[in-house]
């Protein structure tokens, strides 16, 4: 990889970042435009994060920060964990922001903000700043993000220095969620859930889940990082699938902004902090995808799993939307479940399942693991049950007794029933899967939910009650 960048880079680089600085300035001439000025801190981001990815890649060498690629021919040494440049990157950026979703508040209401011409009765003058309108509510579910995506990335970070065991990393999205999930219990504190129309009569029209809502806002916050963390192994994967679902998450925010939709309504704001947190996240991880898609030229690290997966985890969660978030999730979800009798030790598990690479053909092939003593009669039969359908495949020796299986990640799954490819065609193919799995998910939530709710929280297409 080259650590420069070329004179054309520069030249490109050095245009969007003037470009995106002279919206940022524009913005001040009305009310801050924080819509606009994020997506023009969003141009900076990607800026900043491709430069800093070529500058510090040697740094992070030499830090012994490296792996091999070994699903190439030449197993050249790249640098790794580059994910922890975008979490910085993307950290730096959205603090910088915080003045903007609040500039009008600032300056139309309170004193000394700016605006001469509002007057304050006596009587209502206090001492210091006058705040009174100000919306700390929206302040602190912002700062609550911010808080706990500092306290991943540091945790993220731990794991690629000290490459902590997985069934101690696990729940360290848990701790890192505290924050958004004290401040939910604070300023929101709904527990209740909309009952399907079919089950009403049996629960009610809502169901108050109480401390359980919170056990499972604390398990989303665990299993989106967790899930993109296993949903890896190939060049580029872990990256474009969290574009891919960050994508799905504007169009699904957009929604709730166009024009078909009633205005005012209650969950804009909410709809917009997710696109402030997402449109950054947009522009540091293209900047990644740059180098890291194949050949990749950098590995992004567990840090950036973990970072991309609690930036879903907030949106969801401090956006009202967790149960759409996890629609969009379905591949991960799969290949989660699929994953889980390696993952709970239930048949043998190495530590990497990554596709084989077949140095003559240059094609990526199951991978396999090797059974050095014979599975059990239960799980012989369920390996070999899974293999009549196609969902594994297992090697016998001359005594019908297995001696290998294929690793559980769907990864493996596709080239069991596609065959060997290229690394980049099977990334493509699975990228396909989760743009159309996620649009099918939001056409779900938006349109066939009404089969069984009364009405989109949208406000339109509802059902006659």
């Known amino acids: 990889m080259n650590t420069t960048l070329s004179r054309a880079e520069t030249l490109s680089l050095c245009a969007v970042s003037a470009a995106c600085l ?13 819509l606009i000025a994020s997506l023009a801190f969003s141009g900076i981001a990607f800026a900043a994060t491709y430069s800093l990815i070529r500058w510090l890649g040697p740094t992070f060498m030499a830090a012994g920060l490296k792996g091999k690629d070994m699903s190439k021919v030449r197993k050249i040494e790249i640098p790794e964990t580059m994910g922890a440049i975008c979490a910085v990157v993307y950290l730096l950026t959205i603090i910088i922001f915080i003045p903007f979703p609040f500039y009008k508040d600032i300056v139309a209401a309170t004193s000394g903000g700016g605006n001469r011409d509002v007057v304050i009765p006596i009587q209502e003058v206090e001492m210091g700043r006058f705040l009174h309108r100000f919306p700390h509510s929206k302040l602190a579910l912002y700062l609550s993000a911010i808080l706990s995506l500092q306290s991943v990335v540091l945790l993220g970070i731990g794991d690629d220095l000290f490459d902590i065991r997985w069934r101690h990393k696990f729940f360290i999205p848990a701790f890192a969620s505290i924050p958004i999930l004290v401040v939910y219990f604070v300023d929101f504190g709904v527990t209740k859930v909309v009952v399907p129309v079919p089950l009403q009569k049996y629960l009610g ?45 504007l169009i699904n925010d957009s929604l709730y902004l166009a024009p078909i939709t009633p205005y005012p309504h209650p969950a804009t704001d909410s709809h917009l902090f997710s696109i402030y947190l997402l449109l950054p996240f947009i522009g540091v991880s293209v900047a990644l995808w740059w180098h890291n898609w194949y050949p990749a030229k950098v590995f992004v690290g567990d840090t950036y799993c973990y970072f991309a997966g609690m930036v879903f985890a907030i949106v969801g969660i401090l956006g009202h939307f967790s149960k759409t978030l996890l629609l969009l999730f379905v591949p991960q979800i799969v290949n989660f479940i699929y994953s889980v009798p390696q993952l709970f030790r239930l048949v043998e598990c190495p530590r990497h399942r990554l596709p084989r690479f077949n140095a003559r053909t240059g094609l990526l092939e199951p991978s396999f693991t090797h059974w050095e003593r014979p599975p059990s009669p239960l799980v012989s039969n369920a390996l070999k049950c899974l293999h009549n359908i196609r969902l594994l495949q297992v090697q016998v020796n001359g005594k019908g007794v297995i001696v290998e299986s294929t690793n559980f990640t769907i990864l493996n799954l596709w080239l069991v029933w596609f065959g060997p490819m290229r690394e980049d065609r099977l990334a493509m193919a699975l990228l396909t899967m989760q743009m159309a799995c996620g649009l099918v998910g939001l056409l779900v939530r938006h349109k066939l939910a009404l089969w069984v709710f009364t009405q989109d929280n949208r406000a339109f297409d509802m059902l006659p009650k």
């Not at 940022?24 to 924080?34: L, S, V, W, Y």
């Not at 401390?211 to 872990?238: D, K, Q, R, T």
């Open 22 to 34: 002279a919206i940022i300035a524009n913005t001040f001439q009305g009310d801050g435009e924080p």
């Open 205 to 249: 029209e809502l169901l108050d889940l109480g401390w359980l809502y919170y056990v499972y806002m604390a398990a989303v916050a665990i299993f989106c990082p967790n899930s993109i963390n296993i949903l890896a192994g190939i060049n580029g994967i872990e990256v474009s699938q969290s574009l891919v679902i960050a994508v799905l998450l």
